[in-house]
């Protein structure tokens, strides 16, 4: 029997899904105590909370729908923007040397704090959330592309241009595919990030969104909503990063990976 | 026997009343350090050389002496110091677009496929994709990869990715092929087949051939002319040898050619001092 099960690549995902029982068996036996189901909450409840916001009462898809539509919408405006700056900087070397302390200081600020003025400059809709998001989403971005630009192989720059490639075919087939390799490892990043932006934009004032929803439950003392709502945006943050990992391995074929050999 | 010359090589045997394919006059190449403008390296001095049209001239020298920088400076990615670049005739200005350069490391596109790199050049040039695709094909065959197209640079071998290297070069048929020590991460088997498709190409078409190495047998067995460089810092040409053996060569059979041996003994006379000073000078740095 032991041997059946001993952990092993095979059997991970059973030791996976084990640890997730445990986690979940531990938290309903310590949360029979009103007092400690008080601030922990009850893992039922909070899965009876996920059910009627998603079957019985249904009345999560317009919220979830606005939280999803702003974390896109910042992921392909910081991606974007990202990369348009981050390939101006890198090539221009003038402009990045004169940005660069401006750039430094916009990274270090700490942007949550930019909320309030998102608010202010753009009301309480999504697009202060978008904003906010896209701060977030854009350096991470943008520092990605900058280095990837930067560590181009000389040689092959050189032997591209020894081919007889022009500026823009430079930058389209050297430059860019070059710097996607960077940009994709942060599109992990950046795509969970996009999502704090959204909810923290949510959470410091809105009307609707899933961090609207946390926030109202926090106003009533509902633990079990407030964690059925962070599991609901733990799901969808998987999956976008799941997403992004389809693209990358379509886009990417071109990189070595490790172990590639077939074993007869 | 070949002349030793000391400062200034005597121009090629068989100089045509046409301009050479490469003529460097003077070429002096200092490199500063950005950091410290006070550090520099004078990497070659006073370089007085030609290639001529349809010529095959290898340059052999001690390791760190500049060779690769001469390579440059004749494709036109790097500006020497002093001194005038002239092809064809023509002063050179930006990059040398009548050159085709082989360089010493991986220089294919990482993210294009064999075939994509092969057509690179054409591409660049704005042929059409299926032309490029054909005369691309065509390419890979000749270099002994037809069928390995769709190989990605990081599924080939070492000597697959040089013959696809080879063909990238070669596709664009440059007037002047600049080859920057291409065979010296091969094995030696693969070395003399690619040298010998090297020399079977070029005999077919007779371009001009500056070829960068530091393996006298193969700079005899494939060149007309070897030029021996002295030892960095100061790069200067210290002897020119005709290199008188017949034609079509094998490179592994050439090297029992008794004029082979002779020929190699001279050069190796020349060469032989230059190394030891050559290392002497690195054993001191370090």
């Known amino acids: 029997m032991w041997n059946f099960i001993k952990p092993s690549y095979k059997t991970l995902r059973f030791w996976q899904l084990a640890v997730l029982v445990v986690i979940l068996a531990v938290w309903h036996g310590i949360t029979r105590d009103p007092a400690v189901s008080f601030f922990f909450g009850e893992p039922i409840k909070v899965f009876q909370r996920i059910w009627q916001w998603f079957i019985t009462d249904a009345d999560i898809y317009t919220h979830l729908g606005i939280t999803l539509l702003e974390t896109m919408l910042a992921f392909a405006i910081g991606t974007i923007a990202g990369l348009g700056f981050g390939l101006w900087l890198a090539l221009s070397t003038m402009a990045g040397a004169i940005l660069d302390p401006y750039i430094k200081a916009m990274n270090s600020m700490p942007r949550v704090i930019l909320a309030p003025i998102f608010a202010l400059w753009f009301g309480l809709g999504i697009w202060s959330k978008v904003a906010l998001a896209v701060t977030l989403v854009f350096f991470i971005v943008f520092f990605n592309v900058y280095q990837g630009v930067k560590e181009v192989s000389p040689v092959v720059l050189a032997n591209a241009r020894m081919l007889g490639a022009n500026g823009r075919q430079l930058l389209r087939q050297v430059y860019l595919p070059s710097a996607t390799s960077w940009v994709f490892s942060s599109l992990h990043t950046s795509v969970g990030l996009a999502f704090v932006g959204a909810v923290v934009g949510e959470y410091l004032g809105s009307a609707r969104g899933v961090g609207y929803l946390i926030l109202q439950a926090e106003g009533t003392f509902d633990v079990n909503t407030v964690f059925a709502g962070i599991i609901v945006l733990t799901a969808c943050a998987l999956f976008l990063d799941l997403m992004v990992g389809v693209v990358e391995k379509r886009l990417m074929k071109w990189q070595p990976r490790s172990g590639e050999t077939e074993r007869l | ?286």
């Open chain 2, 1 to 286: 026997m070949s002349t030793v010359s000391s400062a200034t090589p005597t121009p090629a045997a068989h100089a045509s009343v046409s301009a050479p394919a490469l003529r460097f006059e003077n070429l002096t190449c200092t490199f500063v350090s950005r950091e410290d403008r006070s550090q520099r390296y004078t990497a070659v001095k006073d370089t007085t050389m030609s290639v001529e049209a349809g010529e095959f001239v290898s340059v052999v020298g001690p390791t760190g002496c500049g060779k690769s920088t001469l390579l440059n400076i004749a494709a036109g990615l790097l500006q020497p110091s002093s001194g005038s670049i002239s092809v064809f005739g023509k002063p050179l200005e930006g990059i040398n677009t009548r050159a085709g350069y082989m360089f010493q490391g991986d220089a294919l596109l990482p993210w294009r496929n064999a075939l994509d790199n092969v057509v690179a050049g054409l591409e660049f040039a704005g042929v059409g994709r299926r032309e490029a695709v054909e005369r691309g094909e065509e390419w890979l065959r000749r270099v002994g990869l037809g069928g390995f197209g769709d190989r990605f640079p990081h599924q080939m071998s070492g000597g697959m990715r040089k013959r696809t290297m080879l063909a990238q070069t070669l596709i664009r048929d440059p007037d002047i092929i600049l080859m920057d020590e291409p065979f010296s991460a091969l094995d030696i088997q693969t070395r003399q087949l690619m040298e010998n498709e090297v020399l079977e190409l070029w005999m077919a078409k007779r371009k001009a051939v500056l070829f960068i190495t530091h393996d006298l047998d193969e700079a005899i067995a494939m060149s007309d002319r070897v030029i021996v460089l002295s030892a960095g810092p100061g790069t200067h040409p210290i002897g020119e040898f005709a290199i008188d053996l017949p034609r079509p060569r094998d490179v592994s059979e050439v090297r029992m050619h008794p004029r082979f041996v002779e020929l190699h003994a001279a050069i190796w006379g020349v060469l032989r001092e230059e190394v030891l000073k050559g290392y002497a000078q690195q054993k001191l740095v370090a």
